[in-house]
């Protein structure tokens, strides 16, 4: 602990890179943990999925585990000790970025401005118009569509002169990373 406190106070250009561990703590269910995890949230979304379908294929009704202590939706969960601990970093200018696969958005309810969060995966609150690219942060799920690859909302842009339609701006399994985000990303990263 002492030589990764060094290594963070003479870092010139810190920069995190969080993933579905740092929202656990928040309450919010990661998408791989199998069924003997030992993470409070439970088993992942994926084992889930699967002991649903098992279930439902033998014409039973699916019984989660009773070991789960908590879980929380996304857009009911709080940011964590860790959150916060990335805000008083960045607050300090310690840290210049934070570069993470969560969509959760608990780094910009910490506080952290959303022009230093690098939200690889999209933001599950954050929806964008497909013409001159402004954003919504929302305090709902904007994703609506059914389909893997169809991100149109029901909205449009409030811009007059604009209205175009607005997407979300979630990543999906087989879709390419927004190429905006990881440049932004290795930009804040090189300063």
């Known amino acids: ?103 959760d958005g608990l780094h910009r309810k910490s506080g952290i401005p959303a022009d230093k969060i690098f939200e690889l995966h999209g933001n599950t609150n954050l929806e964008v118009c497909e013409k001159c690219k402004k954003d919504y942060m929302r305090d709902f799920r904007v994703r609506e569509a059914q389909k893997n690859k169809d991100h149109k909302t029901s909205r449009k842009c409030d811009k007059k002169e604009c209205s175009g339609q607005l997407h979300d701006s979630i990543i999906n399994f087989g879709e390419a990373l927004n190429p905006n985000i990881i440049q932004g990303a290795w930009d804040a990263g090189v300063k």
């Open 1 to 103: 602990i002492t030589k990764l406190a060094d290594l963070i106070r003479n870092s010139k250009n810190m920069m995190a890179f969080t993933g579905a561990g740092l929202s656990t703590a928040a309450g919010i269910p990661d998408y791989r943990s199998g069924a003997n995890t030992v993470v409070e949230t439970g088993p992942g979304c994926w084992e889930k999925a699967a002991n649903i379908e098992k279930a439902r294929k033998e014409g039973k009704l699916y019984q989660p585990p009773t070991k789960t202590n908590f879980n929380v939706t996304i857009q009911k969960a709080f940011p964590t000790k860790g959150h916060m601990a990335l805000k008083d970093l960045m607050d300090r200018d310690i840290l210049k970025g934070v570069i993470s696969q969560n969509v």
